[in-house]
């Protein structure tokens, strides 16, 4: 695409820093792994360090720690209920992770592990999976009426309940879609106006540098947003796992 | 007419839709906006369900994107 021979797209590419092999299938590390690690690393690291002290009025590591609890068990409890309660834990991890590998991703030359749609997947498929057997167990077979909405006429029913079947099963891949398509577009979008700096030189560079520091703050806001909404869809699915039809 | 020139066509195409987006989104804002200058306390409160929607709007434009780029480079 660009000049040189650097596509905007080869920050992309999965590499390999330590091949393994477990009986034919490959399970190396790989730099998607690392970044991984390292965000899980920096969340945990965060969290105890800031927790260290136990002090009665916390310090600054230690009310960011408590500020960040309070956020997702206040979001849980508005959007999820009571019974939202002993999912925290799932919620927490969740939000942490996308928030954390998403800003890691926006240190030069590293890698956003959310920008492959293959971990966004995963992580909506499990929220997906569970969130439904949640329903079921927690209502047995009446989570039906999750796709049976109150006061609706009996002929109108015959087109609703088909939509929003499959709107149900859309979920997984809107939610993935979502953050994995806003980490690659935004990446993407980096790449090709750096690129237009380095074309343009000396004489002209200075203006997509201009719009290249405000497109960092601007995704680095959507990095943050983007883990908010997922984390807060996910809220909204599990309360309509534990009362559906409302 | 070659894959490639209906390629680019359809990529084209499928920008289309950032038009709805773009109504979308400037609806959310600018209702946000009235609504908080009718009632300055509420709009603190009422800003988290803001940026849901705009992040709902926001991923139907990148859905086109994501169409725009499975014709381009998928087919």
Redesign the interface.
Known sequence: MAAGGHSPLEQFEIKQLIPLNAGGVDISFTNSALWMVIAIAAATLLLTMGMRGRAMVPGRLQSLAELSYEFIANMIRDNAGSGGKPYFPFLFTLFFFILFCNLLGMVPYSFTPTSHIIVTFGMALIVFIGVTIIGFAKNGLGFIRLFVPSGVPIPLLFILVPIEIISYFVRPISLSLRLFANMMAGHTMLKVFGGFVISLGFVAGWAPLAFLVALTGLEIGIAMLQAYVFTILSCLYLHDALHPGH | MEAEAAKLIGAGLATIALAGVGVGIGNIFGNFVAGALRNPGAANRVF?NV??G???T??VA??A??IAFLILFAF
């Open positions: 988290g940026l849901l705009f992040a709902l926001e991923a990148l859905f994107l994501v």
